[in-house]
């Protein structure tokens, strides 16, 4: 336990000390998305990489929050301290229903149940014109406001996104350590041992289900309150798929991982920009050569390749 | 202590279980043995809760079982060791073993006491106190399967149910696993009950047996009686084999 929170404060410390490299600009908007996307990552991984447990509509549950936010502040003139809550705990109950049935499917059943959500999600927002704004979107969306101080910069933003990410951080390692830890491992690993231990493997599927559901919510609404504007185009299936490649990329069940898939998903298409009508072609071959070399994601991908260079050099005293 | 009234289970349409009775006294080793599909693992299963009965009655200890959640029934006292071991394999040995008392954590003493059972788990399988840091999957079968049955200690159990721990280990292993069985009985009184293939070695350490085909109890009798049934003998023990040939 000891060693997870010093690799927290160093996380924590990094993370704080970034925008003094860059002074704002351009990269500094890039980097509150890694922040948010980080939290759905850690989010969706939870539910995949710790119970096992695929989904593809997590989007829908990302968008519902960034709508439920912006519907009570923009059409009902909430202060968005209060909506952000309330959207979490609406998706989340909406998603514990849900989950008692889908979740007694399994593999493929399950990935179709959760994309037809997702997908049924994303039509409300686009039909239902006079709540949501239809396919033009919603805009206006007030930005979050603390003590008099407004984030309505990047720099601001970053801060402001990157402590709710690594509260979510803290959160997800504690909870993976602890018991129902253990547990959502058990039941990923063998659903009928895990019963016949006394796991409720079914609750249990459906509570982290909604967790995972409620922080991407969360994220949600933050994304709401930082872009101010939002369309049905960000929370689509694509969304859904981009979110199930960096948990797998980046490590499955591992917290630490969620980041590093995020940070890579989202950075890379801004660094290969210059590549133009190549950069589609180099994503997909990085994710190809990705997955193939590092079968176990980017987190135990990178120390296994740090590994192996110094060995190579004759540095065997490394690892 | 459990007895079972008349159970019928179906998977779908499969009808797995017809009628099924049967009983276990207090500190009883009893055993079922019977074909593959027999329905062996099948009775465990709807004991645990895992695949419930769809008629028909479970009374442990005299309370009505059988509607029950799993995770209840593993609170009042029956603890299942899956067929083919099941440990947790990315998790390490430690950590299955805190699995296995994973509804008695919410008591406040829980810390103390989970690590004496834990020691205890440990003296019945030394190898486990070796090997406690190593992740499960990456243990020999034999030692998985005293794993499995260190989780399920880890329990508390008052009726272990045993489905064919000799699968695929060497006689010596088996051995090792009867006897650990065999001193369970002697110093905690748990009641078990055991289904194997290895008819002979079940019949050996059992008191009572059932035999089961197609669903149904076919014979049932003290172990010794049955180890000397000619019907037993040719079809589980392979016995006079020839005999039945040539007739």
């Known amino acids: 336990m000891k060693r997870e929170l010093i690799k927290f404060i160093c996380f924590s410390l990094f993370v704080m000390l970034m925008p003094s490299f860059f002074k704002g600009g351009y990269l500094m908007n890039v980097l509150v998305f890694v922040g948010i996307n980080t939290m759905l990552a850690i989010a969706l991984n939870l539910l995949l990489g710790y119970a096992g447990q695929i989904s593809l509509g997590h989007a829908g549950f990302f968008g519902l929050g960034a709508y439920l936010s912006g519907i009570m502040t923009v059409t009902y003139g909430w202060n968005p301290w209060q909506a952000m809550p309330v959207a979490a705990i609406a998706v989340g109950c909406l998603a514990y229903l849900i989950g008692f049935p889908i979740l007694k499917l399994k593999g493929h059943y399950l990935a179709m149940a959760t994309l037809g959500i997702g997908i049924i999600i994303y039509i409300v927002f686009n039909e239902t014109y006079d709540l949501t704004g239809g396919p033009s979107g919603l805009s206006g969306i007030p930005n979050l406001e603390l003590g008099g101080i407004v984030f309505d910069t990047d720099v601001k933003n970053y801060y402001l996104i990157w402590t709710f990410t690594l509260a979510v951080v803290l959160f997800s390692i504690n909870l993976a350590n602890s018991r129902v830890g253990r547990a959502l491992r058990a039941v990923h690993d063998s659903e009928v041992a895990a019963r016949v231990v006394g796991v409720n493997a079914r609750l249990l599927k459906v509570q982290v289900f909604a967790l995972s559901a409620v922080l991407s919510s969360l994220a949600g609404s933050l994304y709401a309150h930082t872009m101010t504007f939002i369309s049905p185009a960000s929370f689509g299936f694509n969304f859904s798929v981009e979110l199930l490649t960096m948990v797998v990329i980046g490590g499955l069940g591992s917290v630490y991982g969620s980041f590093l898939g995020a940070a890579l998903l989202t950075l890379l298409p801004e660094f290969l920009r210059s590549a133009n009508d190549y950069d589609i072609i180099i994503y997909g071959g990085l994710l190809v050569i990705m997955v193939m070399f590092m079968p176990g994601g980017l987190v135990r991908g990178i120390p296994d390749l740090f590994k192996k260079v110094f060995k190579t050099k004759g540095g065997a005293d490394h690892a | ?247």
């Open chain 2, 1 to 247: 202590m459990l007895r079972l009234k008349n159970i019928n289970t179906y998977y779908g349409k499969v009808h797995a279980l017809k009628n099924i009775s049967l009983h276990l006294g207090q500190g009883e080793i009893v055993t079922l043995i019977g074909a593959n599909g027999a329905g062996k693992t099948t009775i465990l299963n709807t004991i645990s809760g895992v695949t419930p009965a769809s008629a028909g009655e479970i009374l442990f200890n005299k309370e009505p079982v059988s509607a029950l959640q799993p995770d209840r029934i593993v609170k009042l006292g029956i603890s299942q060791v899956p067929e083919g071991r099941q440990v947790f394999k990315p998790l390490s040995v430690e950590d299955n073993l805190e699995l296995g008392a994973y509804l008695r954590y919410r008591s406040r003493e829980w810390k103390a006491t989970i690590h004496k059972d834990m020691k205890q788990v440990f003296e019945l399988f030394p190898r486990l106190e070796e090997r406690r840091k190593q992740l499960a999957g990456t243990m020999s079968g034999g030692e998985q399967q005293m794993l499995a049955i260190g989780r399920a200690l880890m329990a508390n159990p008052k009726l272990l149910l045993l489905d064919e721990p000799s699968m695929g280990l060497a006689p010596l292993v088996v051995q090792e696993i009867f006897r650990v069985l065999e001193r369970l009985r002697q110093e905690s009184g748990t009641t078990i009950l055991l289904v194997e293939q290895n008819a002979k070695a079940a019949l050996k350490l059992a008191d009572r047996g059932y035999v089961l085909e197609t669903g149904k109890v076919i014979l049932e009798g003290a172990a010794d009686e049955l180890m000397e049934n000619a019907e037993v003998k040719r079809a589980y023990l392979g016995k006079d084999k020839k005999e039945m040939w040539e007739r």
